[in-house]
């Protein structure tokens, strides 16, 4: 069946590199897409990049000069990266395979950004 | 980017109650329109894709519909299992982006 795993630290400090991880299983990568999505805490969902079955990539705008998508299909596992944290972006990470858009679900990771 | 304006925010129903929400999209979307259904602590579970299909094990009393540039999540009769947070998504063109959620919750 679909499953998608994220995993990554549950803490960085400010102004640091945020990595995570979705390793992901039941589906090919280059199949279907990969989608990022967080959360802040009490707050509502946030796109925030994706990779395509054939390799392209999109970013949130407001996000696009931190970030950095890309797969290792050897290993089924999609990375984002993202920089310069802030406490702002304390939040729970989702990643979801995508078609047009997100339709299973990981769990989430939890990442707190605090000194 | 395509900005979702999603209503209402909260949402106080009884049990039984037909109940609607609705997000507007601010440019053309087609039919590129997702429903989400997140309970606290959960990921979210795609209800509708396509803005008006059901996505596999919904329950039949969900249904998505479109006016235009106006879509809508209509739950025929709720239930207390229906007691979430549901988020609309735009999927036309990149960025995606969701509307802001309502809460929905026992009057």
């Known amino acids: 069946q679909v499953q998608l795993k994220e995993s990554g630290p549950g803490l960085v400090q400010p102004s640091r590199t945020l990595s995570l991880t979705c390793t992901v299983s039941?589906?090919?990568?280059?199949?279907?897409?990969v989608s990022w999505v967080r959360q802040p805490p009490g707050k509502g969902l946030e796109w925030i990049a994706a990779?395509?079955?054939?390799?392209?990539?999109d970013y949130n705008s407001a996000l696009k000069s931190r970030l950095s998508i890309s797969r290792d299909t050897s290993k089924s596992q999609v990375l984002l990266k993202m920089n310069s944290l802030q406490t702002e972006d304390t939040a729970m990470y989702f990643c979801?395979?995508?078609?047009?858009?997100?339709?299973?679900w990981g769990q989430g990771v939890m990442v707190t950004v605090s000194s | 980017d395509i900005q979702m304006t999603q209503a209402p925010s909260s949402l106080p129903a009884s049990l039984g109650d037909r109940v609607t929400i609705t997000c507007r999209a601010s440019?053309?979307?087609?039919?590129?329109l997702r429903w989400f259904q997140q309970k606290p602590g959960k990921s979210p579970r795609l209800m509708i894709y396509?803005?008006?299909n059901l996505a596999a094990g919904v329950p039949s009393r969900f249904s998505g519909s479109r006016s235009g540039s106006d879509y809508s999540l209509t739950i025929s009769s709720l239930e207390s299992e229906d007691m979430a947070d549901y988020y609309c998504?735009?999927?036309?063109?990149?960025?995606?982006?969701f509307g802001s959620g309502t809460k929905l919750e026992i009057k």
């Open positions: 979801a395979r995508s078609t047009r858009g997100p339709d299973y």
């Open positions: 039941g589906f090919s990568l280059t199949s279907y897409g």
């Open positions: 990779i395509w079955s054939g390799g392209s990539t």
């Open positions: 440019q053309d979307i087609g039919n590129y």
């Open positions: 396509g803005a008006t």
């Open positions: 998504l735009q999927s036309k063109e990149s960025p995606l982006t």
